[in-house]
């Protein structure tokens, strides 16, 4: 979370704790989770992060396959029963800092992204991010998801009760929606 607040990106940092507090209270997020490998075969594994933060999925994860990428040229690992697992470029990033290719993309059950004529969200933001080293400084990432925002960031301006950007949100008749209030409702 303090990389996420360092990348600039608040939506997922610190400020999110709040959200990981009511995901423990309501126990649809295991505090201390006993990951376990439940697959493992040559380059591609699954992990299974027994409900806790998915950034303690994600991390484990990108290690392992970090480790095979190192031993047999590529690694890809499968996390599932995770939570939320912050910002996509902070793994990708891991592999980068060692030298190697990350990839980092998570599925989610919330959906907020309306599709395009639509009113209704229907699909999730589903954040992809792509890591590379450079020859020269520090390489190449990109962070991103398909919504135009991130819910964090309607969050922060909910919290400092200030209104969000035309385009960032829309009432149920499909106008644009400049409440944060209204918008996450």
Known sequence: MLDSDLMGIDSHGVGMLGSYEDNRIRKAMVVNPEPEVIKDKGAVAQL???????????TLGMQRAMA???ELGIGAVNVRQSNHYGVAGAYS?????????????T?????SVVPTFG???RFSKNPIAFAAPGKVGNGFSLD???STVAVGKIKIAERANQSIPEGWAMDEQ???????VKALK
Do not use: C, F, V, W
């Open 174 to 180: 499909g106008d644009p929606e400049t409440d944060p």
């Open 144 to 146: 991103m998801a398909t």
């Open 107 to 111: 599925g989610a059950t919330q959906r």
């Open 119 to 121: 009113r209704a969200p």
């Open 93 to 105: 990033n891991m592999a980068r800092r060692e030298g190697l290719i990350g990839i980092s993309t």
């Open 68 to 70: 095979k990428a190192r």
């Open 48 to 58: 299974d992060a027994g409900h806790g933060m998915g950034h303690i999925g994600a």
